[in-house]
């Protein structure tokens, strides 16, 4: 049945997210905003759901190496696999802001994370502990992001650009597409993360590999889905907003509120992976400024980069 219901998951997840790329640009075409900014917020905050939700429910249960693994498992495949996958189909254009504020704020977002995690080595604590007070730093870091996303929107408004190409459907017609294609990506993504982890936890592989690998892949399935048919449909802006803007959400909100309901103590196996991220969150702003695109070679080389940072993390675990 676990078999049945990820194949069942995978089919819902893909129309979700064609129906909300669809009603997502729509809505941007309508409110004359950015696609940018709809990627970075609408798309980017709906597509971390399950995220949100599986973080948030391990921390509450105590599996601290599934809370931030996911996330930290989540950030690494959307950098290197969801970017590299859109690259390969198309390469993906990426915008002078997004260079210049976005991807600093998300190389920002993980150096923090790092600062705040690694106890032992930057407070001289015997555990790594992500407490409630960093948890309220996080969601402080959070709330910057807000304010910049805000004053993006009042900015574009008043420079009046025109945005890409984008079919424009009724308004009442984009509503129901983006709730629809939300409902499908939270709810396919739900359905695959847990038949997928009934499914791993069933053939022996410990709470952190599964934190790191299917747990991370499927919460990441909306992520990878939605920039994926963006970037088929020649939709630059969204696919890569929505993987800066869902790092950006995945560290400061997620685990913000998953710290401050309940600190999570960081595995010393983990901080391996919080420097792997930091790594590729700065190769990918690199390929980013070069050429103000992530080309198909470039996109190959990322998702390289991933299937061996996988061969490594289960020789490890």
Known sequence: MSYVLLVIGFIILIKGADF???GASSIAKIAKMPTLLIGLTIVAFGTSAPEAAV?????????????????IGSNIFNLLVAVGLSAMIRPIKVQKTTIIKEYPLSIYSVALLIILSLDNLFAGNDANLLTRGDGLILLLGFGVFMFYLI???VLSKEADDEVEEIVKLPLSKSIIFSILG?????????????????????????????GL???????????????????????SDIAIGNIIGSGLFNIFFVLGVSATIHPIAVSSKLIF???????????????AYSKKEVDKKEGFALTAMYIAYMVYIIIRN
């Open 55 to 71: 973080s948030i429910n391990a921390a509450l249960k105590g599996s601290n190496d599934i809370a931030i693994g996911n996330i």
């Open 273 to 287: 992976d919080f420097i792997i991220l930091a790594i590729v969150t700065v190769i990918s702003h690199v390929f």
């Open 182 to 210: 939300l409902v499908g990506i939270v709810f396919g993504g739900d359905m695959v993360v847990k038949s997928a982890t009934d499914i791993a936890l069933h053939v022996g592989m410990s709470e952190t590999l599964v």
């Open 20 to 22: 909300f790329v669809d």
């Open 213 to 235: 690998t299917i747990v991370a892949v499927g919460t990441s399935l909306p992520e990878l889905v939605t920039s994926v048919t963006a970037a088929r449909k020649g939709e």
């Open 151 to 153: 004053e993006m929107a």
